[in-house]
């Protein structure tokens, strides 16, 4: 029984999403901390009111702390940017220039006679049944 908790526990996509929560957790401090101290005071000096957690309003006696939500609401769309600028943007551009493959080679070419396209191979058109010289072989 032992056994098979170990090979659980060691299995590859185990181990990956322990290591996963961890850097999430650390980055997310990251995030956190530089939405607080860079992007908000940056607001603040932008704006003038870095906090609205003193915006309310009450209704028969019923307080709406709508500047708790809106705090929320601004602290969110800072770290999504931050998120999606400092990180989505910059992996997806290393992603998409490591994964750049060789043109692949051509499986049609053009009718000398009609100008249509043709398997590369063909020795006759099947559009106006023209002979066409076949592709040199490869080297």
């Known amino acids: 029984m032992l056994k ?14 322990a290591v996963a929560v961890v850097v999430g957790a650390a980055f997310g401090a990251v ?15 932008l704006v003038g009111k870095p906090d609205f957690s003193s ?3 009450t209704i ?4 709406f ?8 609401l601004v602290s969110f ?8 600028f400092f990180v989505v943007t910059p992996v997806n551009a ?11 080679d051509p499986t049609t070419k053009k009718c000398p006679e009609c100008r249509s396209e043709i ?5 006759r058109c099947s559009f106006c049944t023209q002979p066409v010289a076949s592709a040199a072989p490869a080297a």
């Open 31 to 45: 995030v956190a901390a530089f939405v607080k101290d860079l992007l908000t005071p940056l607001i603040a000096a």
């Open 4 to 17: 098979g908790f170990r090979q659980f526990l060691l299995r590859g996509n185990v181990v990956d999403l």
């Open 94 to 104: 290393l992603i998409s220039r490591a994964r750049k493959e060789p043109p692949a």
């Open 60 to 63: 028969n006696g019923s307080e």
């Open 77 to 84: 769309i800072l770290v999504a940017a931050a998120v999606y």
């Open 55 to 57: 915006l309310r309003f």
């Open 65 to 72: 702390l709508y500047g708790d939500f809106i705090n929320a």
């Open 119 to 123: 398997p590369i191979d063909a020795r």
